[in-house]
């Protein structure tokens, strides 16, 4: 066979899990695919309770986009279809200067959040033990000097390794109520 159709095969044979929409990596317990109607997540808008306006709703989509990433649960925007329900709440925010000028100027500073997740049962309303309820992020930034960034930047940041590990630890805790067994 000639390469170029061996290619075109190729592709159209490994895109046939995006055509139908099979999510990435199914979990399974003892070598068993877990159903898809356990995988349904309802991922809750994240509730602010800090004075940084607008971080809530990048979180909520950094969430759901490592979520749907990972491949482990199968999101959904529909709270009533929804197996499990994923609540967070950026409760601390803080952003302190370390390094400063001569002319009490931050040249390099530091921003701590944390943020209270839960994952609950939507039928019974049970929570799901979690090894951690509250995750905590921690960045160091400077407008001024080595790898410039501005506070947004440097938030994003911050938020995207928050939401990488909301999404670990409730699909940790999700896998762990489900199986027993610690991943």
């Not at 490592?66 to 409760?91: C, M, P």
């Not at 509250?134 to 938020?159: C, D, K, M």
């Amino acid at each position: 066979m000639k390469p170029g159709v061996v290619f075109l095969f190729s592709l159209v044979v490994s895109g046939c899990a995006f055509f139908s929409k099979e999510p990435g990596r199914p979990p399974k317990i003892d070598g068993v695919p877990v159903p898809d109607s356990k995988r349904l997540l309802y991922i809750q808008n994240v509730r602010n309770n800090t004075y940084s306006p607008g971080m809530h709703t990048r979180l909520t989509q950094m969430i759901m986009e490592e979520i749907d990433r990972r491949g482990r649960f199968i999101t959904t925007r529909e709270k009533t279809l929804a197996k499990y329900r994923l609540y967070a709440e950026i409760v601390h925010y803080q952003q302190v200067g370390d390094l400063m000028d001569l002319a009490d100027q931050h040249i390099t500073s530091e921003l701590f959040v944390v943020t209270r997740v839960e994952i609950i049962e939507a039928e019974t309303g049970v929570k799901i033990p979690m090894e951690r309820s509250e995750i905590p992020g921690r960045v160091h930034y400077s407008t001024q000097i080595g790898f410039r960034e501005s506070e947004l930047e440097a938030q994003n940041r911050l938020l995207r390794v928050m939401a990488l590990r909301i999404a670990e630890e409730a699909e940790r805790a999700w896998y762990y109520s489900i199986s027993g067994v610690l991943n």
